[in-house]
């Protein structure tokens, strides 16, 4: 009897398995980013090109670098909801414009409403590479310090936001040196790594 | 006739020829992205250890997607300015994780990834052993006894009869 039944269990755990498998997305990696400091990059300014802007300049402050350009189609699913962020001043959101020309980024903006407080041009993509981007759109949530707290690959969802991303900006704001702890149980809430 | 329609050929062919001469002449090899073979040897080596993270059952070397174009001139100036292959590497999972390797680092997380397919292998091997041990004593010659031996004969010979006897249907 027993015999018979084995097969059955190897089924049962493979379609568990297999279960799990469907509801885990292939494009979602890791990122080796968390809680590491933000790469140091010092690239023009898209609305004043001849100043530049620096993730230095945001010491001090909770903020998130929007990975982002003309180009990208999701770009625009997620660009509706960044923009009532900006009007409720949820946290300042910084773009960096990654592989564009600055007219054509300029001209999406114009047309789309604009969300950012400052955007940098990343126009040969060597700061996207320094943050390991695969795809756009990322966004990277920023300390203080300057260190990455945590990732959102591909287009920012309003329950993402509401349940991952604010939960941990709160937390920041709370306190001067992150609590990694805390920080790290807050991030279980989010679908992304 | 014949001949002179050949003589025309002939001709032409050898015109036609002679226009191509200027072309031939100033046609050349492609020139290859970095005119240092060796370098591109190296090149191509290394992006061949890193997925590309947008298509990514291609590694970076195989892929021409923008993003493995961009990292691929990476690793080329990276071996220009004399890097090692590690280095190289380690550059590359510090910004886009292990997942870029093609082939898993050898760690903790990992072992059992590595060491899966020899434990199954075992594991069959053990499963394997034992049922022909099983099968040996399940074939192990038992001679029929007396009794067994007149039974089979009547059996077979009812069952010749039966067939001569011929009420089967037509096969």
Known sequence: MVRYLIPLFVVLILGVFLYRGLHLDPREVPSPFINKPAPDFSLQRLHDMKSTFSNKDMLGKVWLLNVWASWCVACREEHPLLISMARKNMVPIYGLNYKDAPRDAQGWLDQHGDPYVENAVDYKGDVGINYGVYGVPETFLIDKQGVIRHKVIGPLTSSELKNCVMPIVNELNKTEQANVAVITELRKQCSST | ?171
């Open chain 2, 1 to 171: 006739m014949f001949i002179d329609v050949k003589i025309k050929q002939t001709i032409t062919v050898l015109l036609l020829l002679l226009g191509l001469l200027p072309h031939l002449a100033s046609a050349k090899e492609a020139v290859p992205l970095a005119s240092d073979t060796k370098l591109e040897k190296r090149v191509d080596d290394i992006t061949s250890e890193l997925r590309c993270l947008v298509c990514q059952n291609q590694t970076i070397a195989d892929s021409h997607a923008e993003l493995a174009i961009d990292l691929k001139n990476q690793v080329r100036g990276m071996v220009a300015k004399g890097q090692t292959q590690d280095q190289i590497v380690d550059y590359m999972v510090k910004r886009y994780g292990d997942f870029v390797r093609y082939r898993p680092a050898m760690k903790p997380t990992t072992y059992l990834l590595w060491g899966g397919p020899f434990i199954l292998l075992v594991l069959g091997m053990v499963v394997l052993i034992l049922n022909l041990k099983k099968r040996k004593i399940i074939i192990q010659d038992s001679p029929l006894s007396e009794q067994e031996t007149a039974q089979l004969d009547t059996l077979l010979h009812a069952d010749s009869g039966a067939v001569s006897g011929g009420e089967g249907k037509p096969s």
